[in-house]
C-alpha cells in the first residue's frame, strides 16, 4: 500500500534531531512531530511481564494536551514505548517503529487489532552488546575485578587469569545479537555451539561451528564453558534456565543473560553460584527492573549485575535514525518494511 503523506511521532527524544530531519526535508509527504515520551523502568519491566499492557496499574508519564492532538493525526509511531489504549490515543496509526530490539513489552495485539505494521531495531545494537559481553567475560576470566581490588588495597599478590582461546561458548539464539557475539567469540579463538528455533537459516554459519535445533539445548549445554542466553522472550524462553538446565552445564561454566530477565529462575540461578557450581554469572538483564534493594541478587557470589545498558549510545541514535528513515522511504514507496514483526 503506497502511502501519500506521513506524519510522524515521534516519541523517542532523539538527540539529533537535525539528523532525522535532514534527511528527510527532501521529502514532502513527511512531517515530524518531537513529542518525548519515556516510561519508568519499572513500569516497561511490567509491560514485558503481560504483553505490553499495564495490568499493575502503575502510574504512567503526563502526557501534555498538545502532545494528544498531535497524535491523534499522526499515522506514524516512533518510540521505545507505547502508552496504553493506542486505539484511542492515535487512530489514523499504521505503523510503528520500535527503537528496541526487544518487543514484550509493547502491547502488539492493540496494535494488529487497529492493523498496524510493526517494526523493531532488531540489529542496530547488536555489535555494542556483544562487546559488552566480552569486557565482562574477560572481566571475569582475567581477574581484573579481584586485581582492582587489590590496587585499591594496595597489596601486590599476583593473580594469574585464563584464556578464552580453546575454550568452547554456547549462544542460545543464533538472532542478530547471537550472530555478533559469534563473531567475536571466533575471533577470540573459542569453539562456538549455537541453538537456533529455525536451523535452516545458516547466515551466521561461518562463526557457528555447531548449530542444535532448540529442542536440543539440553546436548549442547555440557559442552560449554560459557553460556550466554540471547534469545527473545516467548513463552518457550520463559523460565527455560532453571535448576535442570544449570545442572546441565559443567563445573565452573560461567551463564551470561544480556536478553530477558524473565528467560531466568533467579532463585535457581542464585542457588548454582552459591554451591559453586557455576564460576560466575553476568546478568545485564533482571525479572523485575530496577532490582529491589532486598533482591537476594544482589548478594549472589561472583555475580556481575548491570542495570540493563549493555547498549552504547554513541551509534545506537544513529543506527535508529538510518532505520527510521529508511523504513519511512519504504513505507511512502509500498516496499516491505525492514525488521517487520
Known amino acids: 500500500m503506497e502511502i501519500n503523506q506521513l506524519k510522524v511521532a515521534v516519541l523517542f527524544p532523539l538527540r539529533s534531531q537535525k539528523d532525522v530531519l535532514q534527511v528527510l526535508s ?17 513500569l516497561r519491566s511490567s509491560r514485558g511481564h503481560n504483553l505490553g499492557r499495564n495490568i499493575e496499574n502503575i ?35 499504521i505503523w510503528f517503529q520500535g ?13 494488529t487489532e487497529m492493523g498496524v505494521k510493526q517494526t523493531s531495531a532488531r540489529g542496530i545494537a547488536s555489535p555494542a552488546i556483544s562487546e559488552f559481553v566480552f569486557a565482562r ?11 582492582d581490588d587489590q590496587q585499591e588495597r594496595k597489596e ?26 559469534a563473531k567475536k567469540a571466533k575471533a577470540f579463538g573459542m569453539t562456538v555451539l549455537a541453538s537456533k528455533r529455525n536451523i535452516d537459516d545458516v547466515s551466521a554459519i561461518s562463526s557457528v561451528d555447531q548449530i542444535f535445533p532448540s529442542e536440543d539445548i539440553n546436548a549442547l549445554l ?33 551463564f551470561i543473560n544480556i536478553a530477558r530477565g524473565t528467560h531466568v529462575v533467579e532463585e535457581d540461578l542464585i542457588d548454582a553460584l552459591n554451591s559453586g557450581h557455576l564460576r560466575a554469572a553476568i546478568l545485564d538483564v533482571v ?4 532490582l529491589p534493594i532486598e533482591d537476594p541478587l544482589w548478594d549472589a557470589p561472583n555475580l556481575y549485575l548491570s542495570p540493563h545498558c549493555s547498549v552504547s549510545f554513541d551509534s545506537y541514535e544513529q543506527n535508529a535514525i538510518q532505520l527510521l528513515t529508511d523504513n519511512a522511504m519504504r513505507l511512502l514507496s509500498g516496499e516491505n518494511l525492514v525488521n517487520l514483526v
Not at 513463552?235 to 544449570?246: A, C, S, V
Open 99 to 111: 527503537v528496541s530490539a526487544g518487543y514484550d513489552h509493547i502491547d502488539s495485539v492493540a496494535l
Open 222 to 254: 555440557p559442552w560449554c564453558d560459557v553460556v550466554v542466553m540471547s534469545a527473545p522472550a516467548t513463552r518457550e524462553t520463559e523460565n527455560m534456565f532453571d535448576r535442570n538446565l544449570f545442572s546441565l552445564m559443567p563445573e565452573g561454566a560461567i
Open 59 to 93: 502510574e504512567e508519564p503526563d502526557i501534555p494536551v498538545e502532545y494528544l492532538e498531535q497524535w491523534r493525526q499522526c499515522n506514524a509511531i516512533v518510540s521505545m514505548d507505547l502508552p496504553s489504549h493506542p486505539e484511542t490515543l492515535f487512530p489514523e496509526a
Open 26 to 42: 527532501e521529502h514532502n509527504p513527511v512531517e515530524l512531530f518531537w513529542t518525548p515520551y519515556l516510561e519508568t523502568s519499572e
Open 287 to 290: 525479572r523485575n527492573e530496577p
Open 137 to 147: 567475560l574477560l572481566q571475569e576470566f582475567k581477574h581484573l575485578r579481584k586485581l
Open 156 to 181: 601486590w599478590q599476583v593473580q594469574f587469569g585464563n584464556q578464552t582461546e580453546g575454550k568452547t561458548i554456547g549462544i542460545i539464539g543464533l538472532g542478530s545479537i547471537g550472530s555478533e557475539i
